[in-house]
């Protein structure tokens, strides 16, 4: 069983409609739960981060991490064209000698049509 | 300025060769971080320098040989590389190499190996 889980897709949704991405992990130790986005032959970009529980909004961006449940949750409102990307979830321990080391998810392939 | 910036771009070597991938960014990080990344896949994390010293050789072959000569300079020594090394290799940095920080991503060297 991998680390983290994450359907890799591919996700085709129209124009304007609300996406949800998941992620489920199975090391409770994971406090640091981030979404990157990554257009193709691009390197990744921090969307969102959120330490332990809770929900954090951005714009047309939430994040939601749900530690009981060991479950994480993106989601896009009004989706755009541009949304269209991989998206991935990492996630890092606290202290120790894990340093900065991101656990990442397989990422899901989204494309917004128009 | 969030900006990692990597050279070159792309790169095409035999075997037998011996090249340099270089990474650089002027944000006053002091960890700096090496992925490979292949087609549809997630990152892999290969090698972290905080302040200047290796901290996490994720048992990379040795064809593969970091070097950080600053602290705003990473450079990938690769020698007698195999075909299955093709891959986009990202840089990333980060304050200091905390679990908590975020890591900023370079767009990446696409790697042939013939």
């Known amino acids: 069983q991998k680390e983290v889980e994450q359907d890799p897709g591919p996700l085709s949704v129209p124009e304007g409609a609300i996406v949800s991405l998941n992620c489920t992990y199975s090391?409770?130790?994971?406090?640091?739960f981030m979404w990157y986005r990554q257009y193709s032959r691009k390197g990744p970009e921090l969307l969102m981060y959120?330490?332990?529980?809770g929900n954090k909004e951005d714009g047309r961006f939430t994040a939601q991490v749900d530690k009981s449940s060991k479950y994480i949750s993106l989601f896009i409102r009004d989706s755009q064209p541009s949304d269209s990307a991989t998206y991935l979830c990492?996630?890092?321990?606290?202290?120790?000698?894990?340093?900065?080391?991101?656990?990442f998810g397989q990422g899901t392939i989204l494309t917004v049509h128009p | 300025d969030t900006e990692v910036t990597q050279t070159p771009k792309h790169l095409v070597m035999g075997m037998t060769n011996k090249k340099s991938l270089k990474c650089e960014q002027h944000?006053?990080?002091?960890?700096m971080y090496w992925y490979k990344q292949k087609a549809k896949k997630p990152p892999e994390l290969m090698f972290v320098?905080?302040?200047?010293?290796?901290?996490i050789n994720e048992s990379v072959p040795s064809r593969f040989s970091p070097e950080c000569p600053n602290s705003s300079l990473l450079n990938l020594h690769l020698h007698a590389l195999q075909p299955e090394d093709s891959a986009l290799y990202l840089c990333?940095?980060?304050?200091?190499?905390?679990?908590?920080?975020?890591?900023?991503f370079g767009p990446g060297t696409r790697l042939l190996v013939l």
């Open positions: 990333a940095s980060s304050q200091s190499g905390l679990a908590r920080e975020t890591q900023y």
């Open positions: 090391n409770s130790a994971f406090q640091y």
């Open positions: 959120t330490y332990s529980s």
């Open positions: 990492a996630m890092s321990l606290a202290g120790g000698t894990s340093y900065g080391k991101l656990t």
């Open positions: 944000m006053g990080h002091r960890a």
């Open positions: 320098y905080s302040y200047e010293k290796l901290s």
